[in-house]
């Protein structure tokens, strides 16, 4: 399943509810158009909400890090919810984990941002 | 990336009929997809006129599972450590390191040309410590 990206926005936050694959070619592609997309209109508190990512590679993970590091430098916060066992165990291996601000709770992300 | 996906799908299957459980069978199918990315991407440079060929395997003791491609060559020993801090915030060069991670030996072999990947899983029967004993004494 390709990945599919939908938008909400909530007490200044925009939330990306992502569903699908993070892989290498279109995951991972519309990712990053969808961040940019958001930095560059100014967007400085982004959540992904990776409840229903089944999936994720080294690409995909690269885009992570790489949506981090672009907001980071354009002084905006990009944090993660609800991670799925296998996205989290990917995320442990490789240290990300230690990386990321991470959340359970979407009301406890959001407020996190303030 | 057809062929990735074929090689992933393939993999599922190999794991499935091995018995393994599902986090044990994603950590195996992850490493070979990498693997098949690698030699897709890195290895034969995308380009259409060169092939990747595949074999898998189950010994009854372990999956075995050999990738190459008709590349320039790599080497293994250049490749740097994504865990080093100053590559923790680098966007590539995770693929070897997850594969590494998740199976219980990796073999690069130098062809001519390409590069072919050997991957192995120890299978561990329920109530058998043997996987433990292959792994010491690797």
């Not at chain 1, 926005?9 to 992502?18: A, C, F, K, N």
């Not at chain 1, 590679?57 to 919810?81: I, M, P, Y």
């Not at chain 2, 490749?79 to 680098?90: F, G, H, S, Y």
Request: proline share 3%; hydrophobic share 40%.
């Amino acid at each position: 399943m390709a990945l599919s990206i939908s938008t909400r926005q909530l007490d200044g936050v925009t939330i990306l509810d992502l569903s699908g694959r993070i892989t290498l070619g279109e995951g991972s592609v519309q990712l990053r158009d969808a961040i940019r997309d958001l930095i560059s209109k100014g967007e400085k508190h982004i959540l992904l909400s990776l409840g229903d990512v089944s999936y994720i590679d080294s690409s995909g993970l690269g885009e992570l890090v790489s949506a981090f590091t672009t907001a980071k430098n354009q002084n905006a916060d990009v944090k993660l919810l609800n991670l799925t066992k296998k996205v989290k165990d990917v995320l442990q291996v490789t240290k990300l984990y230690t990386v990321f601000d991470i959340y359970d709770d979407e009301a406890h992300a959001i407020s996190s941002f303030k | 990336m057809d062929s990735v996906a074929e090689v992933e799908a393939a993999a599922e299957k190999l794991t499935q009929a091995a018995g393994m459980d599902e986090d044990e069978g994603f950590r195996v199918v992850m490493a070979v997809r990498e693997a098949a990315v690698n030699a897709v991407l890195h290895g034969n440079g995308y380009d259409p006129n060169k092939q990747i060929t595949v074999g898998l395997e189950n010994t009854g003791k372990s999956l075995v599972i050999t990738v190459a491609d008709e590349g320039e060559g790599l080497d293994p020993e250049k490749i740097p450590d994504p865990l080093a801090p100053e590559n923790l915030l680098r966007g590539t060069g995770r693929g070897i390191f997850l594969i590494r991670s998740f199976l219980d030996e990796v073999h690069f072999r130098q062809l001519h040309p390409g590069t072919e990947l050997t991957l192995v899983k120890h299978l561990t029967p329920a109530g058998s410590n043997e996987a433990s004993q292959d792994l010491d004494t690797k």
